[in-house]
Each structure stands twice: as C-alpha cells, then as structure tokens.
C-alpha cells in the first residue's frame, strides 16, 4: 500500500515535470513561430552596422565589384530595343540551389531562360557573396517581373543568387550596396524598391509571386522585408551628396 502510494507520487512528480517542459517547448518554438524580426535581427547582428562615414556615391560602387557581361544587342533577351527610364528597383531571388552569378550570364548569353513577352528571360543584375554581374543596361527593359506590366516596362531587375555555399549575408549585403547605388544615379526613392512579389501576374494564381521567398514573411513582405529595406535606406545614407 505505501509502495503504491510512493509509486503514485513519484509518477505524479514525473507528470509535473514532463508538463513544464512541454510548456518549456511550447514557448520556445512559440517565439520561434513570431520570429521574423528576430531572423532580421539575428542577419544584422551578423553582418555588423552599416558605416556612417561619408563617402563619394563611385566608392559604394566599387565596393560592390560590378562586372558586365552584356547580352549582345539584338539577341536573346535584347531581342528588341526597349528603352527605359528606370523608376523602380525590383529585387528577386533566384531560387537556384546549383547556379552561381556567372553560370546565370551564361544561359543568359546563350538563350536559355525561356518566357515573357519576348521568349527570353533577363534582368540588370545577379548578385553573390563576392560580385555583382550586370547583364543589360539600365536603359533598356528587361524580362523578369510581370510580362507588359511596370515591373518590366518601368523597373531594373536584380536577381540575387542561392546556390549551395553561397554566403546569403554577404548576398544581401552587396544587394544593399547596389540598390543605394542604384537609387542615387537613377534618383529613384526607396519607396520605389519592391520585392518581385509587389508585381502581380495576371496569369498566375496567386498572382503575386514569393519572391524573394527568403526577405518575405508567408509570401508577403513584412518586417525582414523592412529590415532589408532599412539597410538600403542606410547605405543610401554614406552617398555624400
Ligand atoms: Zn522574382
């Protein structure tokens, strides 16, 4: 009888804490569920602060390591000639595991990508941890956003890479640096740089696309979209004007 009774207590103590630390896993993975904020806050931690020391708008630029690799005019993605006055910037990603910047100037080179209004896709830019690869001018509309809508007609595309090594912090850290660049010599304001995911696509259900899947919150922007945003709006903030 006092054996059972001892048994019933220790099992009731066993319950008890079993229970705690369900609650324990409860909280955790609770807060982990809201994490948003706290994958940007944890991105900014590690990427470090943004330097608030003046510098001249060619020294961001450099800083980024820009190569071109234009398409040739006339083929591929510049089939057409369509000028542009960029007013916007959309930022995508490529959601590539395998291709890195150069093997996308490649197939962009080569044709590959097929779509759009013109049969091949383009953008302005991919970017990766260590450069950034431009392959149109900024003067002409690419393909990548949402067929004859604005994105395309009106937006430079920039693409940034995935693949399996790529360092992602280093990803958007030059992103950042671009975008302000862009901003500056094409006097776009940051409320003019989106997410692909701000172009909707008529002939696709949901119409607006997740992407870059990895700055948005279940497929919509929010606050590590804002986060990215405000490390833009930060580098736009070195350019001594
Ligand atoms: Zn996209």
Known sequence: MLLTRV???????????????CGLAYLLTGCAGTGSSSRASSWEAAMGPVSTH????????REINLRQSFVPKGRYGRKYNRPMTPRYITIHSTQNPTGDAWDHAKALHRGALR?????????????????????????????????????????????????????????????????????????????????HYHWPRYKYDPPNKNCPHFLLENGKPGATWNWFISRVQREYARIAQ
């Not at 003046?54 to 630029?61: F, G, M, N």
């Not at 890479?161 to 992103?175: K, P, S, V, Y």
Request: hydrophobic share 40%.
């Open 54 to 61: 003046r510098i001249p708008a060619a020294q961001l630029t």
């Open 115 to 195: 779509g759009g209004r013109t049969g091949y896709l383009i953008w302005h830019f991919t970017v990766q941890e260590d450069v950034v690869i431009q392959h149109m001018p900024t003067n002409e509309q690419g393909e990548h956003a949402d067929f004859d809508g604005p994105g395309n007609n009106y937006s430079i595309g920039i693409e940034m890479c995935e693949h399996r090594g790529n360092d992602m912090l280093r990803t958007m850290d030059r992103t950042a640096k671009l975008t302000a660049s862009l901003m500056y010599y094409h006097h776009i304001p940051i409320s003019n740089v989106v997410p």
């Open 7 to 21: 048994l019933r207590a220790v099992l009731r103590q066993r319950v008890v804490k079993l229970l705690a630390l």
